[in-house]
């Protein structure tokens, strides 16, 4: 008989991020070495393998010979950057989930390689940008381990197929909810200022509004009231008459 075999999950000490225990390593027992592995992650995860009997790390956290050698003396590092999905604003303490952040400050932290910091080396990889309007896609090329890798500033642009398109279909996504806010000129265009992204003219915005805009509300607006129309006039055919309701305000076109 063979016994379907079992995926033991664990949660790791570190990022609290649950696991299969096959990607996961049990957390040194050898005090001197416990120490360098809390000097390396910090007071949160001392704190987590105190309270826990036999605390696990994700092998993620530690240079790729790990997996192999379980082991071997091999010491877990800190990312760099914060791997918790929540941020915290210093000022007001509000949390939030995503970020606004100037691409001057983003370029550092991708242009790192995964590859060689897990091995221990500090690396930076050679960039190259294609941006259009708001879309933006990087490729990266590590000089030291010739490893590659993208960032798109959509996930819509990481889907395969042709590159031209996908950009015009962001920036027209993002067209259609800027025109349709109702906002002014002023307000969106010093949206965009903050967000270091193109913007276009208080002309051609406004001629946008007039010529695309309008004229969509005006073609939803007329084909739904010439449908409600003909159901009301079906119903009092039928029924010799018809009660109508409403708020007495006329604001309606
Ligand atoms: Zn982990
Ligand atoms: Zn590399």
């Not at 609290?16 to 910090?42: C, D, Q």
């Not at 067209?175 to 349709?180: F, I, Q, T």
């Amino acid at each position: 008989m063979v016994l379907p075999s079992r995926d033991v999950k664990r949660v790791c000490v570190f990022c609290n991020r649950s696991g299969s225990r096959t990607e996961m390593t049990p957390v040194t027992k050898n005090p001197v070495h416990r120490e360098v592995w809390y000097r390396k992650l910090g007071k949160t995860f001392k704190l987590n393998c105190e309270k826990s009997r036999y605390p696990y790390v994700c092998l993620s956290h530690f240079p790729a010979k790990k997996a192999s050698s379980p082991r071997a003396q091999i010491y877990p590092y800190k990312p760099n950057y914060d791997i918790e999905d929540e941020y915290e604003c210093e000022e007001n303490k509000k949390s939030f989930k995503n970020i606004i952040c100037n691409w001057n400050n983003l370029y550092p932290i991708l242009s790192k390689c995964w590859n060689c910091l897990r091995n221990g080396k500090e690396s930076s990889a050679r960039a190259s940008m294609r941006l259009q309007g708001a879309a933006l896609h990087v490729s990266y090329d590590c000089v030291e381990c010739g490893s590659n890798w993208k960032w798109s500033s959509s996930t819509f642009l990481d889907r395969e197929g042709k590159q031209g398109q996908k950009q015009c279909e962001v920036n027209l996504d993002i067209s259609v909810s800027v025109l349709s806010t109702g906002n002014a000129f002023t307000k969106i265009a010093s949206l965009f200022d903050v967000l270091e992204l193109p913007f276009i003219s208080n002309r051609r915005y406004n001629k946008l509004i007039e010529n695309v805009l309008e004229a969509s509300v005006a073609k939803c607006f007329f084909s739904q009231r010439s449908e409600v129309l003909a159901i009301i006039k079906e119903n009092s055919a039928r029924e010799n008459g018809v009660d109508l309701a409403g708020d007495g305000q006329f604001d309606s076109r």
